[in-house]
């Protein structure tokens, strides 16, 4: 694996660290910043921001380029399927986030397979029924056969959209109407990610392609 690309993965798909990983990283970072600035490393030590465990330590013996490399390595081993490398589709370089949709090497654009935008507001799963993301079209126009480009949300997932409902939610004296875009095709891991995580406030990308 290259550095770039441990970059991109230590970047963007932190959330998938260790919990010791990510003390070793925040000791990395602060130990940085108070280089030159003995009563600041000392006041960081104190509030633990700054560790002296070798349990933690330990992970960047071999300098910050290695763990990095080291950690992207393990995730890539562990959790593949949570990971989305955004290449480009024409020179299959890598773009500069999972986000991108124009390649900084080739110079090609693939905005056009964005149909629409949708915001969630919640998940939730019926017996024998598919699993809904329930929020609002924010631009463009859904159909079914289209999928979820759910980068955005988190997962390395663009499942299918099988069903497309309508319906009034009320709230606190209000309603409005909300859709619900159901589909088959996550795991119950990825279920309870999104039922677990809620609203997001920014929307994610409905494509024709994947």
């Known amino acids: 694996m290259d550095r770039e690309t441990s970059q991109y993965i230590r970047n963007y798909f932190s959330r998938l660290m260790t919990d010791h990983e990510k003390l070793a990283l925040k ?106 993301l329930l929020g609002q079209i924010t631009k463009g126009e859904i159909e079914k056969g289209h999928f979820m480009d759910l980068t955005f949300l988190g997962l390395n997932k663009r499942p299918m959209i099988e069903a497309i409902e309508y319906g009034l939610r009320r709230e606190d004296g209000s309603s409005w109407e909300e859709v619900g875009l159901g589909t088959n095709e996550l795991t119950e891991e990825d279920k309870a990610y999104l039922i677990k995580a809620g609203s997001f406030i920014t929307p994610f990308d409905i494509i024709r392609e994947r």
């Open 27 to 132: 000791h990395h970072m602060y130990m940085d910043k108070t280089d030159d600035n003995a009563h600041m490393r000392k006041l960081l030590i104190d509030r633990g921001w700054i560790t002296q465990t070798p349990e933690i330590t330990q992970y960047l013996k071999n300098g910050y380029e290695e763990f990095e490399l080291s950690v992207a390595q393990r995730i890539m081993e562990e959790t593949p399927d949570q990971v989305f490398l955004n290449h480009c589709p024409k020179c299959h370089t890598l773009a500069r986030t999972p986000y991108a949709r124009q390649c900084r090497f080739c110079g090609h654009d693939w905005h056009d397979i964005v149909v629409a935008q949708f915001k969630l507001n919640r998940a939730f799963q019926v017996t024998n029924r598919p699993f809904f």
